[in-house]
């Protein structure tokens, strides 16, 4: 891809280390931004906004422990969501120019938002894309049968076997869901392929602390978080996604009091695939606000 052209780099953080692509010069005036992808990506999830951001700031891609080539610990308990919000505040202050602006896309946006919220000094701006707020997320899922039928996904992931299921017909399950095809979707086998890659990133399922009910369970003892996030914000959301419904945007701004959202009717939850132009224009109008602080 014409504009992508990173370097490569080992950063060790939480006792691990972490495989990133980093593009752009190191300019203190105009900062750098650390990309969070989802699953079942890795860096090269984030290509159409390095090629874009990097020809102003210094941008890092980092693959999230379990993905791709970074580190791979044993145990389901080392893929809590604590375990990689240490990853990643670890990772910032390595990089030495925090505040950084921190992007999160799925799972890494679930990440980002704690980031956000428990380590604020770190972080200058929050930018989301199809990322759940655990906040709204937990409301949904006791309270909109809708919300709570799409996330009945997560227990398939959650299954013993469920990695050799993904691999099956080299990767085709993952491969449509992510709709890759061509010279990425080889790019994207080459990551999955990676030995325990796919069953690391399974992980992130099982160490969920409370998976989503079935659709006629009874919620039982569920509390609703009260993450507060004060950092400047901006959330963009392709409206076709299946799987985090829009209703997740419903009263976000109580938690995060600095929000603006940028909804995109048309694009699925892989929407920084389906409208890049779209969505770094977003990105590149929030990051140059003078109205923010």
Not at 244 to 254: A, Y
Request: charged share 20%; aromatic share 10%.
């Amino acid at each position: 891809m014409h504009g992508l052209d990173p370097e490569f780099q080992f950063i060790e953080t939480n006792g691990i280390r972490l495989h990133c692509a980093v593009q752009g010069s190191h300019n203190k005036h105009r900062g750098t931004i650390v990309f969070l992808h989802g699953f079942p990506e890795f860096w090269y999830g984030w290509r159409y906004q390095i090629t874009e951001l990097s020809k102003v700031y210094r941008v890092v891609a980092p693959d999230l422990r379990g993905f791709n080539l970074s580190d791979k610990p044993a145990g389901v308990e080392r893929y809590h969501v604590k375990e990689i919000v240490a990853d990643i505040v670890g990772l910032i202050v390595a990089l030495g120019d925090q505040p950084v602006t921190l992007v999160g896309h799925d799972w890494g946006g679930a990440i980002a938002w704690p980031v956000a919220a428990y380590h604020p000094h770190l972080i200058s701006r929050l930018i989301i894309l199809n990322g759940p707020h655990p906040s709204t997320y937990t409301r949904e899922i006791i309270f909109n049968p809708q919300q709570r039928l799409a996330a009945q996904y997560i227990h398939s992931l959650r299954r013993e076997g469920a990695a050799e299921y993904l691999a099956e017909d080299n990767y085709q399950r993952l491969r449509k869901m992510t709709g890759t095809t061509g010279q990425d979707a080889d790019l994207y086998i080459q990551a999955w392929s990676q030995p325990g890659s796919l069953d690391a990133q399974l992980n992130y399922y099982r160490a969920m602390p409370y998976p989503p009910p079935l659709p006629d369970e009874e919620v039982q003892n569920a509390k609703i978080p009260n993450l507060m996030v004060q950092t400047p914000a901006l959330v963009i959301w392709g409206e076709r996604d299946e799987a985090i419904l829009p209703g997740n945007l419903i009263s976000l701004d109580h938690y995060v009091p600095n929000l603006q959202i940028h909804r995109i009717p048309n694009a699925t939850h892989w929407v920084q695939h389906d409208a890049p132009l779209e969505v770094n224009s977003a990105i590149r109008a929030f990051l140059t606000d003078t109205h923010q602080p």
